[in-house]
């Protein structure tokens, strides 16, 4: 057995809190090392090809037993990498639903075999592109006859009350309250849907309105409705004997989960250029900003992309049909899901998230432990960044010092930018007088600071301008 060096490893931010197991990087891969006490267990588990059938059916990321070892641990495992982790609050309310029921499938098949998992943080879950997949190895555990699933409170506060928020169209309550140690607890639940209730009764559209939450959201919210400020015992079983209660348990849960009824949404009209699915052929009906874009994927083809502010998602599939690992990046969570429903049908490689360019999720907790900045989880080869950088000057009222500072961070080695001149016909009402630094030469000369290389092509309509910047 061969013994890594300690010193020579650099452990992961967040993986701490499970004493059992620590991820860590060693020769530029990722490796986890487990506990001496669970050892034989994940030995059994590799010895009977279990781990194996769960990594087929893509429950569980790609894990190997390796000959290697290091202080501490008894037995080290390798993982496949996932390029960008994601958390549940950058999550549209369909990914959220597709990770909790990925997550029941995977308990699921873990009870076959006498398992279960001992949490249920959503941390555990990364998105690969459009697909959730489970990644905490140490967190299977042999099942307990006399116990319910350990994971169930934290199963609610992750999964089930967020989504009944979102399902009540509370989806920004929802998604504020998901990084919370605590996540959406019972009595926010309550005091949330009681608040929605209690205003609507002041019209006399609340028998209606109650009729129709009765129709459009869980049934447990539905139950809630009816036990008013009481537990939801409805939702809780209290004891659980072997496999069979155990998966009657499951199958109650995604039961619940399944019935969430979320949001409809609607596209919204665009022209057929830009809503329709792109081609890797240039199409006459084109415009001169798809037609520079492709002709700069082609020619460069980057192994990453980053769209910010990727509306629809056009040039996020593009990027995607090019081969790029592509992160789309959008505040609007319709878009978002639009785009999420595209890939996951497609099998596109797109991991579309709600973000906001000006506000990305920031770096929590000591020593990043809690969450990793988003500048440093989605640096991607080349970022493409179309009708944004007006929209921050003249709506968040940032300057272009900033703004390229932003972009520079999350560029590994290209931008593509979109320049709107002040005349342009959609700046005509914005006041641009005010803000008489915003020109191109200005833009570029900001461009120059961080990027060693700028040059221009025509955008549509004219007068825009794409910039194509290299590091």
Not at 133 to 160: E, H, N, T
Request: proline residues 6%; charged residues 25%.
């Amino acid at each position: 057995m061969d013994r890594i060096p300690y010193h020579a490893v650099k452990f992961h931010p967040q993986s701490f809190a499970d004493p059992d197991g620590r991820l860590f990087w060693w020769n530029g891969q990722l490796y986890r090392g487990i506990r001496s006490e669970w050892a034989g267990l994940f030995r059994q588990l590799f010895r009977d090809g279990v781990i194996q059938r769960l990594v087929d059916r893509g429950l569980l990321i790609e894990t190997e037993l390796t000959p290697l070892a290091i202080d501490g641990y008894e037995i080290v495992v390798r993982h496949r990498y996932v390029p960008f982790a994601s958390y549940p609050e950058e999550w549209c309310a369909a990914m959220l639903k597709d990770a909790a029921l990925a997550m029941i499938e995977l308990l699921r098949e873990l009870t076959q075999y006498g398992l279960t998992l001992k949490d249920a943080h959503p941390w555990n879950i990364l998105f690969d592109a459009w697909k959730p997949v489970y990644v905490d190895l140490p967190s299977i555990m042999p099942i307990k006859d006399d116990a319910k699933w350990p994971g169930y409170d934290q199963f609610c506060r992750f999964y089930l009350y967020p989504l009944i928020l979102m399902a009540h169209k509370q989806d920004r309550i929802a998604r504020r309250l998901l990084p919370e140690y605590e996540g959406v607890s019972k009595s926010d639940l309550l005091r949330l849907t009681q608040c929605s209730v209690l205003s609507a009764s002041l019209s006399s559209m609340m028998g209606r309105l109650t009729s129709l939450l009765r129709q459009n959201v869980a049934r447990a919210y539905d139950r809630l409705l009816k036990i008013g400020p009481k537990p939801l015992q409805s939702l809780v079983r209290k004891e659980s004997h072997g496999q069979e209660s155990h998966l009657a348990f499951l199958k109650g849960i995604e039961r619940e989960v399944e019935s969430i009824t979320l949001p409809s949404f609607k596209t919204e009209e665009l022209s057929h250029d830009e809503n329709s699915t792109p081609s890797l052929s240039p199409q006459d009906s084109w415009t001169a900003k798809q037609r520079g874009l492709h002709k700069i994927l082609a020619e460069l083809r980057p192994g990453s992309v980053l769209d910010i502010g990727s509306n629809t998602g056009w040039y996020s599939k593009l990027a995607a049909l090019f081969g790029s690992t592509t992160v789309s990046f959008d505040t609007n969570s319709t878009r978002i899901t639009q785009l999420y429903y595209d890939a996951r049908d497609r099998k596109l490689p797109i991991l579309p998230l709600v973000m906001d360019f000006t506000d990305p999720t920031p770096s929590r907790g000591l020593s990043s432990h809690w969450s990793i900045a988003a500048t440093e989880r989605f640096q991607c080869d080349m970022v493409v960044a179309l009708a944004l950088v007006h929209q921050v000057v003249f709506k968040r009222s940032l300057n272009f010092d900033q703004i390229v500072e932003g972009l520079a961070l999350f560029s590994k080695r290209w931008l593509v930018v979109e320049f709107v001149p002040a005349e342009d016909e959609d700046l005509r009402k914005c006041r641009s007088h005010i803000f008489s630094w915003y020109t191109l030469d200005n833009f570029i000369c900001t461009l120059r600071r961080r990027f060693h290389s700028v040059s221009t092509m025509p955008s549509h309509p004219t007068p825009r301008v794409l910039l194509l910047c290299e590091k």
